[in-house]
């Protein structure tokens, strides 16, 4: 045994950081030799002669709709987190709405291959095959599993397409314990009159199979903490490691409606504007009322969100947001920055738990979002969907024993971020895998070898399927289908319109150049691209790009360093 104990339920910290951190310096190593590291290979290679590997605790706390530079708003998170941990710069979710980029998290797959695409019927909930996850991976590699909060759209109101059963009482396989929000299906409006998974203080759970309707008047954000923290505590009395996931409505938009929420305004063009905002408890309202000036979707200098729109698809030409429309947007990242403030507070005494039962330092602890969020940029008032830069970028922070301080720039997707779990924790991929794991960048970047494919389904008439869509290469229901290199993002949509965005020249992608002869070679070799990896299927997803787009470490950090400056130059932040 290469394990020592401190008590009856506190594991050794000395051995778990050895092991990680001799798989770290290991990893270096074969990168400084010019050696590849086989993805087959096992996550603590340096101890592999050894049966009693200790593997770390996992804890996943997942936001929703929160921008890559929302962070600013989580002081708490930064302090016990990132500065002990990585920063992933470059992390994305391939098609950025909440029950795809979920789906995507516990399958380890892109939406084209888990065939979630869209929030609701025919899709959501009761679209996806939960029989085999992310959580049965790890159960079956000896974790114990904890699930709390929100889980995919119209749980609850769908059936479940592995029993076909109503989703109410309804708990996925591989959950050692449950504890997630429910949609009020119809049939129980009588019973549950109100309440539900958007409510934030009057939401119902499904625990463990039984209906939970006690929490009314609660902050959810308050009950999810709590959840968790029991479930920590509880786990820590056993030697098995565990893998809790917390995933958070905030800063999402939910009821009830509050006396000064934003609402709607008419624009420009006579049509409404929503603005729909979370609802947050006294305490912490009014928090940012002097940080936040304005949105940060909007420029700096106070000009327009986007000056010439032309070179977009006709669906998204939208009017230039009025001032009326600009102060909502402000009072809207208000309330987005205040509901956030309150999830950081959970993470605090999250993080504090584990601390005080002895699991920490066992712990490798991950917060990121499901998907990022607009907030003015391009006319979008708000919303997310689109494959641009404020609606793709997600935060990613890990930290953890043998995961040294930093930040890293090399690409991160969702599926990637499945494939580093299950890397750390020896398991086997439930699916093909369409992610690689990050372990390896724990010890340095490894460039940008494979690009990111941006996927979503878009409706509008300049959507709508035409005779030509199959000939454009749409063979399913998506309707746009991108791929984002280092310096490039190309975005073609089953209209015909085709978008190309020169990043380190215009990283706001302000201006597409698909139609500028300079970048004619450059359209076509992405092009030939997108066909090979629009429909990519497991290690196909990571065929290495042409020499000519793959960047190394440091073009890789350039682009970024250059990409970021031209954020902090228009918006005044960086993601």
Request: net charge positive.
């Amino acid at each position: 045994m290469i394990l020592t104990r401190e008590g009856p339920h506190t594991l050794h910290h000395r051995t778990l950081t050895s092991v990680v951190a001799a798989t770290v310096a290991a990893t270096l190593t074969l990168a400084l030799l010019g050696i590849r590291e086989s993805s087959g290979d096992p996550p603590f290679a340096a101890a592999a002669e050894t049966d009693s590997v200790t593997k770390p605790n996992i804890v996943v706390v997942m936001a929703d709709d929160m921008r890559a530079d929302d962070l600013r708003f989580m002081p708490s998170l930064r302090r016990l987190v990132t500065a002990r941990g990585l920063k992933f710069r470059n992390s994305f979710s391939p098609y950025p709405l909440c029950c795809p980029s979920r789906a995507s998290f516990l399958s380890g797959q892109y939406a084209h291959n888990h065939k979630v695409f869209a929030n609701d019927a025919p899709f959501g909930f009761g679209s996806f095959d939960d029989s085999r996850t992310v959580a049965t991976a790890l159960q079956d590699a000896g974790y114990r599993t904890g699930f709390v909060g929100k889980y995919l759209n119209n749980y609850g109101i769908d059936r479940s397409r592995v029993t076909g059963e109503h989703s109410w009482r309804y708990v996925p396989a591989g959950w050692t314990n449950w504890h997630a929000a429910l949609q009020r299906p119809r049939r129980l409006y009588d019973r549950y009159p109100d309440g539900g998974a958007y409510n934030y203080f009057h939401t119902i759970f499904n625990v463990n199979g039984r209906t939970d309707d006690s929490h009314k008047g609660e902050y959810q954000t308050g009950v999810l903490g709590r959840f968790s923290r029991k479930l920590v505590t509880r786990y820590s009395r056993t030697n098995k490691p565990f893998f809790l996931y917390l995933s958070a409505l905030a800063p999402h938009y939910g009821g009830p409606h509050e006396p000064d929420d934003v609402d709607s305004i008419r624009r420009r063009d006579g049509r409404v504007s929503e603005f729909e905002t979370p609802a947050r408890p006294e305490w912490v309202k009014g928090r940012f009322d002097h940080q936040v000036r304005r949105s940060p979707g909007l420029p700096a200098n106070g000009g327009p969100s986007e000056a010439n729109v032309s070179d977009k698809p006709r669906a998204f030409r939208k009017p230039e947001l009025n001032r009326r429309e600009r102060r909502l947007a402000t009072a809207l990242t208000r309330q987005r920055a205040e509901s956030i403030a309150v999830l950081d507070a959970q993470v605090r005494r999250l993080v504090q738990t584990l601390r005080e039962r002895g699991e920490l330092d066992e712990t490798v602890f991950v917060f990121t979002s499901d998907n990022g969020y607009f907030l003015g940029e391009h006319r979008f008032r708000n919303g997310k969907r689109k494959a641009y830069e404020p609606s793709i970028r997600v935060p990613l922070v890990i930290a953890g024993p043998g995961i040294p301080h930093g930040v890293r720039n090399d690409p991160a997707k969702t599926p990637d971020l499945t494939a580093t779990i299950l890397d750390l924790a020896d398991a086997k991929a439930p699916r093909p895998a369409d992610g690689r794991s990050l372990v390896p960048s724990f010890a340095a970047d490894r460039g940008w070898t494979a690009p990111v494919v941006t996927e979503a389904i878009i409706g509008g008439p300049a959507y709508l399927p035409t005779t030509s869509k199959h000939q454009r290469g749409f063979t399913d229901v998506r309707t746009t289908i991108g791929i984002r290199t280092a310096r490039y993002k190309l975005i073609r949509d089953a209209s015909g319109t085709v978008e190309l965005y020169d990043l380190d020249v215009d990283p706001n992608e302000l201006n597409s150049v698909a139609t500028d002869p300079e970048y004619r070679a450059i359209r076509s070799e992405l092009t030939r691209l997108w066909h090979r990896y629009k429909d990519c299927a497991g290690t196909a997803c990571s065929v290495p790009l042409p020499a000519s787009l793959a960047t190394s470490p440091a073009q890789t950090t350039a682009s970024t360093k250059t990409q970021s400056e031209g954020v902090l130059a228009r918006y005044g932040h960086v993601f």
